[in-house]
């Protein structure tokens, strides 16, 4: 299914977008050819084909680059504290601004 002239003008509206002269041609013809290939990666066979999470797995050994989950700073809720105007429990008061 092509899209045609008038449909570009309405995704261009719904979109907010404000195509210039020769433009709205432009994008037709490259909407269209996106949706030829997707058109054609719809007839590749992938029966059998287990799904990857990136693509690089493909071609090279890829692992997750996470670091490890160790704790590399200790919390210094008290030292932050030390200057602040007033503390209670652990928390900062501030004045009521909304009555």
């Not at 977008?17 to 590749?44: K, P, S, Y």
């Not at 990136?54 to 210094?76: G, K, M, S």
């Amino acid at each position: 299914m092509a899209l045609t002239l008038i449909d570009v003008k309405k995704i261009a509206q719904l979109a907010r977008l404000e195509l210039a002269a020769g433009e709205d041609e432009r994008t037709l013809i490259e909407l269209n050819d996106f949706f030829d290939l997707v058109a054609q990666m719809q007839l590749v066979n992938t029966d059998g084909i287990e799904p990857l999470a990136h693509p690089i797995e493909q071609i090279q050994d890829a692992h997750l680059r996470l670091r490890a989950d160790t704790v590399t700073e200790i919390p210094a809720r008290d030292e932050y504290q030390r200057n602040a105007p007033a503390i209670q429990d652990g928390l900062y008061l501030v004045p009521k601004v909304i009555e």
